[in-house]
């Protein structure tokens, strides 16, 4: 895993620093989750089994969607 | 059957019992509709997916499975077939379930459900394998252009979302009843008072799903379980075949041998 400092992405439109480069799995591994999230990467949604296949690079942008009641 | 024995039903060959869906938005506070939901043992909860912060709607979620009730997401806020479709997916991929209610609105004031828009997202998740319940209309062409498509239930509205103003056009539903007799109908949307839950069910409509009617009551708790009792009410009183209204009153009680005011005993005491 490479060092970069670096890297800045949005969180729904809020800016966040990565510690390191690393994956979308990586990236909600490392947030200890306790609810289902759906990922939208540059307004594409990524399946869960693709998070692994998704290196976050600087200035991606994710929609992090969550469980909201609803009727 | 009994006359307490439970009774199921079929959706998408999957049994179910309760015949009481329960949505989960407007309640005072989380812990009165973990009583409600208690009280009223609905067969789903509806839930839906919005941008949140990464820790919001945790709470919401780890009651949601505190319940262990089986969840029914929506695709609320979609206006075009496009979007339910990519909501659907995205639901199913987060919550690992087939279900889904698809919404395709109309009309933002009115929340009006679309017609031909609902119809080509419903085609395409039932191809995609969901078990897809429509939020619609009470119009029989587009109810029939559901099931056309392949919808094996239905959901059309009462009333507009969230008015409770009850059953606006009986006699509709009562037709849609008649139209589909095997096809699965949940009233959605409109209810206000439990009476109105028995109407329905009285028309065989199998389940009715709820949400302000309860939430937006005084004593939510108490709602739903007024509101389970009015649902198996009208669900036992559709089973029991209602009698025929007619014009002409019948007595109830038999009128031969009246011990008084017989024509004869009058005559007698007045001399006619």
């Known amino acids: ?71 | 059957m009994g006359p307490s024995a439970p009774d199921s039903w079929n959706l998408y060959d999957t049994p179910m019992t309760s015949r009481l869906w329960m949505g989960s938005s407007h309640f005072p506070n989380w812990n009165v509709f973990a009583s409600a939901c208690e009280l009223a043992k609905p067969g789903f909860i509806t839930l839906s997916l919005r941008r949140q912060t990464a820790t919001g709607g945790q709470s919401y979620w780890k009651l949601i499975r505190s319940l262990d009730i089986p969840i029914l997401p929506n695709t609320a806020g979609c206006f075009s077939a496009h979007e339910a479709i990519q909501l659907a997916e995205i639901s199913r991929d987060t919550f690992e379930t087939d279900w889904i209610k698809v919404e395709v609105i109309a009309d933002e004031q009115s929340l009006h459900p679309e017609g031909p828009e609902l119809i080509r997202a419903c085609e395409v998740l039932i191809q995609k394998g969901f078990k897809v319940l429509p939020y619609c209309s009470d119009d029989l062409s587009i109810c029939k252009a559901l099931t056309d498509v392949g919808c094996r239930a239905l959901m059309p509205l009462g009333a507009p979302i969230g008015t409770g103003l009850g059953l606006l056009n009986p006699f509709n539903l009562e037709r849609l009843r008649y139209r589909f007799p095997k096809i699965p109908l949940i009233l959605d949307a409109g209810l206000g008072k439990p009476s109105q839950a028995t109407q329905v069910m009285e028309m065989g409509f199998d389940a009715v799903l709820l949400n302000t009617a309860i939430s937006q009551s005084v004593n939510p708790a108490e709602m739903a379980l007024a509101f389970l009792e009015a649902v198996s009410a009208g669900h036992r009183a559709f089973k029991a075949v209602p009698m025929p209204a007619q014009p002409n009153a019948q007595p109830s009680t038999p009128s031969m041998d009246m011990p008084i005011g017989d024509y004869r005993v009058g005559a007698e005491l007045y001399g006619n």
Do not use: C, R
């Open chain 1, 1 to 71: 895993m490479s060092k970069d400092s670096n890297i800045q992405i949005q969180i729904n439109h809020k800016p966040t620093h990565l510690p390191y480069s690393m994956t979308l799995a990586q990236w909600v591994e490392h947030q200890t989750l306790e609810l289902p999230v759906a990922l939208i990467l540059n307004n594409q949604f990524i399946p869960k089994g693709e998070w692994a296949q998704h290196l976050l690079t600087d200035g991606d942008h994710i929609d992090l969607l969550s469980p909201i009641q609803g009727g």
